[in-house]
Structure formats: C-alpha cells, structure tokens
C-alpha cells in the first residue's frame, strides 16, 4: 500500500460505504455537497472515482437500464478489501493523533 | 413529473459533449448530469439547471475521468502511445508517393508554387505595411492626432487636423511632451548645374528628430530643423545633388529663398512618411507670410499633428483632452461636426478608410485587392492539387483499403493526407521562393514609394509564409483527405469502389472552364494593354512626333541656340516650347472672356513654327500672326475644347478675346483641331498656345539624318561653342513620352505575369488530367486500335472533352472581357485609347488553344502510337 488516502479521497470511499446499494455518481455528488456544504463538480468528482478505481480501492458496475434519465443505466461503485483497509488505515492513523495529542483538543 | 419532462437539458451543450467524447463510453455521465440537471430544475429553475448543467459538462470536459476512457475506448493492437514513429511514417509514405509519381508530384508543385509566389509578394508587402514605424523607441508615447469632420453633404475622417491644434495642445495639457507639426506640400526646385531638380517633401517641427528615430548620417538632430530655410536631405538625394562632398553648409537656390543644408538622413525604411527632403515648419512662415497657421483653426488639410506624450500617459487623459480640443475647434467651424481622435505611431499604417493621408498612405483595402488577384492565381494550383489527388484515387485506394483492413483509423487516413499535402506545398514554397524574389524586385520598382518597405526576409515574414503555406496545404489536402477516409475498404479491395470511367465529373469540370476562363481573362487584358501601348506611337496624339529631339535650354541663350542649330544641314527646322507635347502639363491658369467667369485652361509657351513643325492641325484662322502681338493684345491659339468652354458665357459678345488672370488681354488667332496635348490618359482641357520664347524651356529639333550619332555630337559641338556652362541633353521626344506611359508598361508587365502564371497553371492542371485519364484508357485505347481505330480518332476521342471545355470558358472569358475591359479597365488606363478589338480577342484565343494542346498532345501521341499488343498484356 503506497502512500495515504486523500482527504477528498477518503470522503469519497466513506460515502459510497454510506450509501451502500446506492452509491452512483449523482446520489455520490449531492451527498457529499449538502453534507459539507461545497460546491464539487461532477467533473471533479469522477476523476477521483476513476483515479480510485485505477488504485485498485473501487470498482465499478454499471446498473440496469430503468424509466430515469432517459434510460440510461447508472454506474454504481462498490468499495474493494484494499479500499476498506485503506480507510482503515487512514482511521487508525487519526485515532493514534488523537489519541496521543498533548493538546486540548475537545471544544 | 409530467411538467418536468419537457424542461430538457440544453441539447447543445450534450451534443458538443459527445462529439468531444468521440467513442468513449460515457452514458452513466451523460445520466448523471440528466439527473442533477432535473434535481436542479425543482430546487432552483430552469435557468440556473441549464448554466449549473453547462458548468458540469465543461467540468467533465476537461476531468481525468473523460481523458481515461477516451483513451481505453481508442486502444487497439495498432494504435500505440507512439506517435514519433507514426508521424515518420506519414512522411516516409509522403516521399514514397512523390517519388512514385513524379509527373503529378512536380506539376503539383510547379503550379502551387506559382500560385504562391503572387500571394508571397502580396503578403510580403502586408507584413511591411503593418511593420511600419515599428522602430521608433517611443512609438507609444506618438500619437497622430486625426480630425473626423461631419456636415450635411456627409462625413470622413482625416489623418490631418488643424494646426493650431499641435501648439494649443502644447500649452494647455501638461502630459504633452512636444507636438510636432507636419506640413506636406513642400515642393522645392533646385537649381543644381544649371538643372532645375523637383524634390518633395515636409516641413516640420524642430523636435522631428527627437520624437522621431531617423538617423542623421550628418549633422546635429537638435538644431537641424531650428531655423528658417534649413534643409535635410534623404541620403539618396544628397548623393545626387553632392557627390563625394559634405553637403553640411551648402546652400541651394529656389524661387522661395536660398536654402542652407544642415543635416542629410537615412533613406526612409518602413514608415508612413515620404519625403526627399525636409525644411523646418518655420519656413512656411516665412514663403507664405500673409497666412497665419498657428491660429488656424479652419483649414484642416495637409496639416498634421503627432503628440509625444510622457512616459505613463493613460490614453483615456489624452481621449479627453481631445474630446475638449475638439469642442474648441467646433467654435471656428460652426457648420461642422468635429470629433478629433489619435491612433498610436505604429497604428498609422494601414487604414481602411482615412481621407489626406501623410505620404502614400497604404490602406486596407488595396492590400485586400492585391491579396485577393493572388488568391485568383492560386486558387487554381490548388483545384488542381485536389482534382489531381482525388483522380488517382483508383491507384491509392487499394493502399488506402489494405490501411484500413490491418486497423488504420479514419483519422490516421487523413492525416497521412493531410502531412503528404503540407509537405507538397512547403516544397512548393521553396518553389515559390525562387519566383517570389525577382518578383519583388521588379513591384519595388514599379510601384511609387515601395522602396519604403523592407521586404526583405525577416523573422516576422518567414513566420507568415510557414504559417501561410500550411494554411493551403491544409487546404487543398482537406478534400482528397475526406474522399480518402470514407472509403469502404471492401469495396476498394474488390476494385469496384467507384465507377471505372476516366471521365471529368461536373465540379472538376466546373474548375477547369473557370481556370481557362481566368488565364483568358489575363491573356486578353496583357493584349489588349500592349496595344494601347502600340497605339500611343501610332501618331495618335494628333501631332507628329517623329524625329524630334529635344534639347533642354537651361541657362543657354535661346535665341542664339535657335540660330545656330538651326544652321546645321540635319535639322530640318528648330522650335521651341515650355513643355514638351504628349507629357502631362502642370497646373492650371484661370482666364476670364467676359470680366465675370472664369474658367481655367493650361497653357503652352511656344516658339516660331511649333505649330508647322508639329503638323497641327488648324480648323480656324491662322497661326503666323502669333508672333505680331503688341503691348495691348497678345495673339494666342486654342483649342476647339477651349472654344466649348467659353461659349457657355459669351453668346452676343465678341467671343475671339479673353483676359488672362494677370491681366494680359489676349486674341485668339486661330483654333486647333482638338488633339492631346497630354497623354492620352488625360482628357482634353482647354488649351492655350501663346508666343514666347522667354518662357520657353526646350529647344525642338527636327532631324532628318541618315547617322543621328554624328548629328547629335555635331549638334552638341555647337551647343558648347555658344555657352561652354550649359550641358547638352538632348533626348527624342518619342523616347520622353514613352516615359510619360510608364503605367501601361507596369501594367503590360503585371498582366503578363498574372496571365503566364494562370495560363501555366491551368496547362499543368490540363497536362495532369489527359495524363490520368489516358493512363486509366490504355486497355481501351489498344482495344479500339486493335479493332481498326486511326490515330486521328484516337486523338478525337482523348482530347474532344478538353477541347470542349476550353472552347466553353473561351465563350464566357470573351463577352466577360470585352465587358470588363473595353467599357471600364481600359477607358480608364486610356480616354482615347482604341478600346479592344477582335483581333485581340482572336490572338489570345489562338494562343490559349495553342498552348492547351501543346500542353495534352505529349500524352495523347504517347498513348495513341504505343504497341497496342504490349499495353494489353502489361498485367
């Protein structure tokens, strides 16, 4: 495993765990957007996706055609085992900081 | 949702996004941006969606996520990341296919190359005109100030305002460094070895030099133009008037005032000005000392005002001020709307419409004209280069189907053409090169004040002529490259991808009667211009002009120079003139017959026998008494133009007499047939002839002489015997007006190159498409030959679609022709002028046919006398 998750990178991998069965690009996009009040594009976002399913931590399937958008089938992303110990990793790290802060940290 | 469903996404922004994407799979975005764009559309309406929905897609556009899949979806065994080999072997291909087929690669590049070298010349001289006055340091701190004046009849805009506006400026606005003021029309005549020499030129202020970056080779730039009478000279002008000797210091005489040198400049190069000579503006003061230019404010032509501002000078401070001078001025010229504006030094060249220019005043649409005539050449070359390309398809396109099978896209096909083309044409442009510099030499002479420009290669030039070249080369490849592309490798492999006729298709037809048709055109004018020129020394001026030579007076005693020339056995007879018959006449006199009008004529001085001498032609009275004029009346000729123009006033009163406008009252002797006194460009003005041989400044000299160079060094021994100062310059008068039609000889020599370039090009093009379809005929040929067909039907079968096509742009160039030049080109080159005739129109038509057979019979023969036997067997 080379190198740390990025913070948007890891916010991605945190959402589609989130979301579950329903984690494709638009439902991916407003959730991240209305939790943290930004303004990601959808262009941002799915470099991201890709460059995450290039690493290896996602993949990608692409739905059933349904009656929405005009019939076009969604692509929904799943979260692969180096994906999950990625976060994991990532999570450990921050409770180690945390953990051995000798600062106060809590408001 | 029903009401939903009709607000769609912008379908531009969609299909623009797709064209992008080209092949990837982008349907789960193009779906997801559908849905944000129908999330967004009930939360924030329809307009904000649309943008929010453009935003996306310029986002997608340019994100990894698109890059990715385009290029997974563009893999394939063939298609590597390395585009250097691939780019090699477009242009090993390229060299392979020129080589292969040499004939169409060198008429391809013969007559692109001609095509080009007009447009090179023609950008050439763009590129000069918008480099003008690059050179100055501060030309952004130079600004000419330009007066755009409006009244009931209309409106323009000058280059030139009113004086008084460079020293009002001067005063009142502080980021004003200097203004300079220009004062055109200074005409000085020198007399320099008892020859009167014309200069023209500027006066200007003394801070010329310093606002200005022309070098003085000598003198002191400060004080060159600081007092009255001070003179600078161009380079060229001060190696004519003092060879080898500092001319600081000297002085020269003109009628205005005695003038002392006291610098010499650079010749011009790359500027707007033109001038052979400068005075400072104080001299103007002091020749013309009732006008009083520094409160003019009414007179708004010939002056010019360039304002240096200081460093840092926003050039909205200066749109104001001259927003206020502006309305200043209004208070002189209550009648008129004036709005003053600037345009920066380097801006000043070229225009597209201003009115008064300083010096030649390149403008817009003239270079617009002279690129659009090389446009005309060229286009030609490049139907050919397509017609050519697209006729071999039948030799390529198996290529073209075996590239496709082993994977090649549609793409690579036509890039693979269009790198061939761009390599045709920058061979060509080497081609063009090689014309493009004798060209030029021979437009600088041709064309007043092109000296100015540099022309010469430079970085900005070459930059233009690559881009220039690539341009046609992308241009002319761009059709064989699509008709390339599309084919269907199946049907090329199996030989039938399109019809097997060697026949012309309608669009090429349609190029080759427009070719024809245009080298025509430029054969006809090229023609018909060289006979006007023939026609000028028929004797059509309506005076005889054989024989006579002319030998300038200068300071000579004329009365004695008559006399003594007149004594030598060769000459028949010896008058005198002011001006010499068939060149142009300067200005004008005004002359009253009635003490109330005034019309204006020119007039001639003339010695005894002039009229005799000449052969003109009297239709009234007599021409002997014009040498028995008194004190109270001078006996005078004019011309029956002359007689027009004062019978509009004179109806009762004695209409044989007239008053000059320095009050010399004058009687006509005699009328003359109307006939040109100038050239025969000019229109017959009223004309007046009076004695005198004070006035007169050249001595005629009728010869009838079996050894003219004896005569004339005979002649020049006496002259010298009279006065040992005075130089002998004799010239035949025909030779000086041949001088004086120095126009037609440009214009002879500008349609003779046009109509070779285009009759060559148009040959070439003809040359290439016998030499397709004879090859596509062998087979048929040897079939008909072998079945009993002559060589004489032979040669009717292969050459009757060309010569009917000739034969159709010969039936529209002729009535075009005669339309454009008889009735408009050529009565304005000439007014008395013989028009066209037929026979020109015969001659170029022969010369056409002529020459497009020459061009076809090489193939045809070749074709038509092969072993039928052998070409049957040739596979």
Redesign the interface.
């Known amino acids: 495993m080379k190198g740390y998750l990025g913070e948007f990178e890891e916010l991605v991998l945190l959402t589609i765990a989130n979301l579950g069965e329903e984690a494709?690009?638009?439902a991916l996009?407003?959730d991240i957007n209305e939790r943290t009040r930004r303004n990601i594009?959808?262009?941002?976002m799915?470099?991201t996706?890709?460059?995450l399913e290039?690493k290896g931590y996602l993949i990608s399937h692409?739905g059933e055609p349904t009656n929405?958008?005009?019939g076009?089938?969604?692509?929904y992303f799943e979260l692969t085992s180096p994906g999950i110990a990625g976060l994991n990793e990532m999570k450990s790290l921050r409770d180690e900081l945390w953990a051995n802060t000798k600062v106060k940290l809590s408001v | 949702m029903s009401n939903t469903d009709k607000k769609n996404p912008p379908q531009l922004a969609r299909k623009v996004f797709e064209w992008w994407c080209k092949k990837a799979d982008i349907e789960d975005l193009l779906g997801d941006i559908d849905e944000y764009f129908q999330y967004n559309l009930e939360k924030k309406g329809l307009q904000t969606a649309r943008f929010i929905y453009f935003r996306q897609v310029l986002s997608l556009s340019f994100s990894y996520a698109i890059r990715k899949r385009k290029k997974s979806a563009s893999y394939s065994n063939y298609y590597q990341e390395n585009h250097l080999a691939m780019i090699n072997n477009y242009f090993k291909i390229a060299v392979r296919n020129f080589s292969k087929h040499k004939l169409f690669t060198l008429i391809n590049i013969l007559g692109l190359a001609m095509g080009m070298s007009i447009c090179l010349l023609s950008l050439g001289v763009s590129v000069a005109i918008y480099q003008s006055d690059e050179f100055h340091t501060r030309k952004e701190h130079i600004h000419q100030v330009n007066t755009y004046l409006a009244d009931d009849s209309g409106d323009k805009t000058y280059a030139s305002t009113f004086n008084a506006v460079g020293d009002y400026m001067e005063d009142k606005y502080p980021f004003i460094e200097h203004s300079i003021k220009i004062k055109s029309g200074f005409y000085p005549e020198f007399v320099h070895q008892g020859n009167l020499m014309n200069y023209h030129g500027y006066f200007v202020d003394e801070a010329f030099f310093e606002a200005f970056d022309f070098k003085l080779i000598h003198g002191n730039p400060n004080a060159a133009l600081a007092t009255p009478f001070s003179l600078v000279l161009t380079k060229s002008v001060a190696e004519t008037l003092y060879k080898d000797v500092n001319p600081i210091g000297k002085t020269l005489e003109t009628e205005s005032g005695r003038f002392t040198v006291t610098g010499v400049m650079e010749d011009l190069k790359q500027t707007h000005f033109y001038f052979e000579v400068l005075t400072s503006h104080e001299t103007y003061v002091q020749i013309k000392p009732d006008t009083d230019l520094d409160t003019d404010w009414t007179n708004f032509r010939n002056n010019y005002v360039y304002l240096l501002l200081k460093p840092g000078t926003q050039t909205e401070t200066l749109q104001e001020a001259l927003a206020q001078v502006s309305a200043h001025a209004a208070e002189f010229n209550p009648e008129l709307t004036i709005e003053l504006s600037s345009i920066r030094l380097d801006q000043v060249v070229p225009r597209w419409n201003i009115s008064n220019a300083v010096g030649i005043g390149w403008d817009q649409p003239s270079m617009l004209f002279f690129l659009s005539i090389g446009l005309l050449i060229l286009l030609p070359a490049v139907f050919n280069y397509t017609n050519l390309s697209i006729a071999r398809a039948l030799t390529r396109a198996k290529e073209i189907g075996i590239r496709k099978v082993v994977g090649a896209e549609n793409g690579q096909i036509k890039v693979q053409f269009l790198v061939e083309t761009v390599l045709l044409t920058f061979l060509a442009l080497v081609g063009a090169l090689f014309i493009f510099v004798p060209l030029r030499n021979e437009f600088l002479e041709m064309v007043r004040a092109a000296e100015v420009l540099d022309t010469s290669l430079n970085f900005d030039l070459v930059a233009t002529f690559v881009l220039f070249t690539f341009a046609v080369g992308l241009f002319s490849g761009i059709f064989p490259a699509l008709f390339f592309s599309r084919l269907n490798p199946v049907k090329t492999l199996k030989g039938n991808g399109f019809s097997q006729s060697g026949g012309v298709s309608g669009i090429k037809k349609g190029l080759f009667v427009f070719q024809f048709f245009l080298s025509l055109v430029f054969v006809i004018g090229a023609v018909s211009i060289a006979r006007q020129y023939a026609y000028v020394f028929n004797n059509n001026h309506g005076f005889t002009s054989n024989n006579v030579l002319t030998v300038p007076f200068q300071e000579i005693n004329k009365q004695v120079a008559i006399n003594e020339l007149e004594d030598h056995p060769d000459v028949k007879s010896v008058t005198a003139s002011s001006n010499l018959p068939g060149i142009y006449l300067p200005g004008t006199v005004d002359l009253t017959p009635n003490e109330s009008d005034t019309i204006d004529a020119r007039q001639v001085f003339i010695g005894d026998d002039f009229i005799e001498n000449f052969d003109i032609e009297l239709v009234w009275g007599e021409s002997k008494s014009l040498s028995t004029s008194t004190q109270n009346v001078e006996f005078v000729l004019v011309n029956e133009q002359f007689m027009q123009a004062v019978k509009v006033f004179n109806i009762q009163k004695d209409s044989l007499t007239f008053t000059l406008a320095d009050g010399t009252k004058c009687r006509i002797a005699g009328i003359m047939k109307d006939f040109n006194f100038e050239p025969l460009s000019e229109y017959i003005n009223p004309l007046i002839f009076r004695h005198s041989l004070a006035e007169s400044n050249y001595a005629l000299l009728t010869i009838n002489s079996t050894d003219i160079k004896t005569t004339i060094s005979e002649l020049e021994a006496i002259w010298q015997s009279i006065d040992q100062e005075a130089r002998f310059e004799s010239a035949f008068l025909d030779n000086e007006i041949d001088r004086a039609y120095y126009f037609l000889k440009a214009q002879i020599k500008i349609f003779s190159y046009l109509s070779a370039f285009a009759i060559t090009i148009s040959c070439l093009g003809l040359l290439g498409m016998v030499t397709f379809t004879t090859e596509n005929r062998t087979k048929e040929i040897a079939i008909r030959k072998i079945m009993g067909a002559n060589s004489q039907n032979l040669y009717y079968l292969l050459t009757k679609d060309f010569v009917r096509l000739i034969m159709i742009s010969v039936m529209i160039a002729v009535p075009f022709s005669y339309a454009f030049y008889d009735m408009v080109f050529l009565h304005f080159l000439l007014h008395y002028g013989p028009g066209l005739g037929i026979l020109e129109i015969v001659v170029s038509t022969i010369f056409l046919f002529f020459l497009g057979f020459v061009s076809i019979y090489g193939q045809t023969s070749r074709i038509a006398g092969a072993n039928p036997a052998r070409n049957l067997r040739y596979e």
């Open positions: 494709y690009g638009v996009l407003r594009s959808i262009g941002a799915h470099s996706l890709t460059r290039e692409l929405e958008r005009g076009r089938r969604k692509r």
